[in-house]
T-cell receptor
């Protein structure tokens, strides 16, 4: 157990639907990162939050949004889902926003049918 | 932008040594990480280099040359459990943070 908790572990849904993925960072970590991993793209950075504020944005689609709450947990919302959104979504946390080691959660596997 | 390149796949024999290379072309570099990822699992941290040179940690070592944009991960005394994907990640400056940006990973297959 890495200390980073992600739910749900698996999710199957249909095109056009909306889902929410949840992440609780490791105790004491203030930064949360979201990554998408698909077979042909590797780990792609989506977005990072630090202590409740958005800090960095990667290749995140406009259909996707995220936030970090006062208790530091984070949610990634994916809407108008397409087949190509099927992937493993990882959350990771670190102490701050420097060049830190990331601790990854076990991931949420999303399948869009 | 950034370009991080690693071989797609490598094979090696149990007990042998293998070197996995990573080259990068980036701006705003602040260190290079190596992670190990078993199929379907989360990546786990192996090493971090920010200065040139070799970092040794048990059976694993990592080397960095900033001037050449080059790193390698060296795995010694290979074991079957070392079969995994090895991810090179460069810490890039972005919006006041440093974001680990990953290559596509090298799938290492260790055979008896």
């Amino acid at each position: 157990d890495s200390g980073v908790t992600q739910t749900p572990k698996h999710l199957i849904t249909a095109t056009g639907q909306r889902v929410t993925l949840r992440c609780s960072p490791r105790s004491g970590d203030l930064s949360v990162y979201w990554y998408q991993q698909s077979l042909d793209q590797g780990l792609q950075f989506l977005i990072q939050y630090y202590n409740g504020e958005e800090r960095a944005k990667g290749n995140i689609l406009e259909r996707f949004s995220a936030q970090q709450f006062p208790d530091l947990h984070s949610e990634l919302n994916l809407s108008s889902l397409e087949l190509g959104d099927s992937a493993l979504y990882f959350c990771a946390s670190s102490e701050d926003s420097g060049a830190n080691v990331l601790t990854f959660g076990a991931g949420s596997r999303l399948t869009v049918l | 932008g950034q370009n991080i390149d690693q071989p797609t796949e490598m094979t090696a024999t149990e007990g042998a040594i293998v070197q996995i290379n990573c080259t990068y072309q980036t701006s705003g570099f602040n260190g290079l990480f190596w992670y190990q990822q078993h199929a379907g699992e989360a990546p786990t941290f192996l090493s971090y280099n920010v200065l040139d040179g070799l970092e040794e940690k048990g059976r694993f070592s990592s080397f960095l040359s900033r001037s050449k944009g080059y790193s390698y991960l060296l795995l010694k005394e290979l074991q079957m459990k070392d079969s995994a994907s090895y991810l090179c990640a460069v810490a890039l400056a972005s919006g006041g943070s440093y974001i680990p940006t990953f290559g596509r990973g090298t799938s290492l297959i260790v055979h008896p």
